[in-house]
């Protein structure tokens, strides 16, 4: 009988120590220990014992269920852990590994200028103002002092939507509906797109992009106008930039001028930036025409005011060193990149 436990206990703590799931070692708990198990049926066998042998034998059994089930119970902790581990191991997310980094974006190099000039601007007391890109010929021409025969008209080839409405050729018609609503005092700044029907090339676009400045009040003069774009230039151009005033003729200003900056690349010794000359041409002003003034109801006798009109694609060009307007339209990644 003590033969058979041990025998019976070895194999069996053989097994246990050997099996490699918890359902494995519930089969041999069952088959060792269960109500029809090995170690249990050798319990029923005592009874074929002399009575003097039985409680030896009962201790013996005893002693071999207990070291059985401690074994069990010390295997099915070991199974445990490791089945907790290969768990923890399997689901484990690094979050801490390297993402591929998505790509930043940069500004569009107008809109940087255009930041900047709106900025300028209204650090000096301009009001920023938006208006429609789809206008009517009253804004866009006639309220600009360019009637219907007027032989401006065929300065700009106009995009018509009907007889009557088209797509702004010049951000002044915006200035008009300002002039309509607002009593002077004025002073506004209104960025945008206007719209051309001009072949694309280095220095045309059908779209483009200006930025028109209105001030109206008592008493202002060319002098105003001259402070205010000597300020400018200074900004953009450099400190020691000089500004220079050459007679031209627009619609809508009298007496109208263009507006040359002194070249910062040569200071003005002549380069192939400013083709020789010494001076880069940076925009197109004037006193406001009486005839505007009064279109939208403000008395020119008692007012009087200037405008002025950035070609803000040209400006971009020349701060930024772009050869042709094409590429500022054309959203080669490569070239825009350039301005992260
Ligand atoms: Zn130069």
Redesign the pocket.
């Known amino acids: 009988m003590e033969e058979s436990v041990k025998i019976l206990t070895d194999e069996s703590e053989a097994k246990i120590s050997s099996c490699a799931t918890i359902s494995d070692l519930n089969d041999i708990r069952v088959r060792v220990l269960g109500k029809n198990g090995e170690l249990t049926a050798l319990l029923k066998s005592m009874k074929d014992l002399p009575p003097e042998k039985r409680p030896q034998a009962g201790k013996i059994v005893n002693a071999a269920r207990e070291k059985l089930e401690q074994a069990i119970a010390a295997r099915q902790a070991e199974l445990e852990q490791i089945e907790l581990d290969k768990r923890l191991r399997d689901e484990k997310i690094d979050i801490s590994i390297d993402m591929r980094q998505p790509a930043s974006g940069g500004l569009h190099p107008l809109t940087i200028m255009r930041n900047r000039i709106t900025e300028f601007f209204s650090s000096l007391g301009f009001v920023i103002a938006d208006s429609p890109e789809i206008e009517t010929d009253y804004y866009n021409f006639e309220a600009l002092n360019i009637p219907a025969d007027h032989p401006a008209r065929e300065m700009q080839d106009t995009f018509f939507i009907t007889e009557n409405i088209l797509l702004r050729s010049q951000t002044s018609a915006g200035q008009v509906r300002m002039m309509e609503k607002v009593k002077p005092p004025i002073k506004m700044l209104s960025p945008g797109r206007v719209f051309r029907a001009d072949e694309a090339d280095a220095t045309h676009s059908p779209v483009f992009h200006q930025v028109e400045g209105l001030v109206v009040d008592k008493g202002i003069t060319m002098c105003d106008l001259k402070g205010i774009l000597d300020l400018f230039a200074q900004k953009f151009f450099g400190k020691n930039t000089k500004t220079r005033f050459r007679p031209s003729y627009f619609p809508f200003t009298e007496p109208s001028v263009e507006v040359d900056a002194s070249?910062?690349?040569?200071?003005?010794?002549?380069?192939?930036?400013?083709k020789?000359?010494?001076w880069?041409e940076i925009l197109g002003a004037g006193m406001v025409n009486r005839n505007v003034l009064q279109n939208c109801g403000i008395n020119p006798d008692e007012y009087t005011g200037f405008a002025f009109g950035v070609g803000l694609d040209r400006i971009t060009n020349i701060i930024f060193g772009i050869n042709s307007l094409r590429t500022v339209f054309e959203n080669d990644v490569r070239f825009l990149k350039q301005f992260n």
């Not at 070249?263 to 400013?274: H, L």
């Open positions: 070249c910062s690349q040569c200071g003005g010794k002549g380069c192939r930036v400013c020789g000359t010494g880069i």
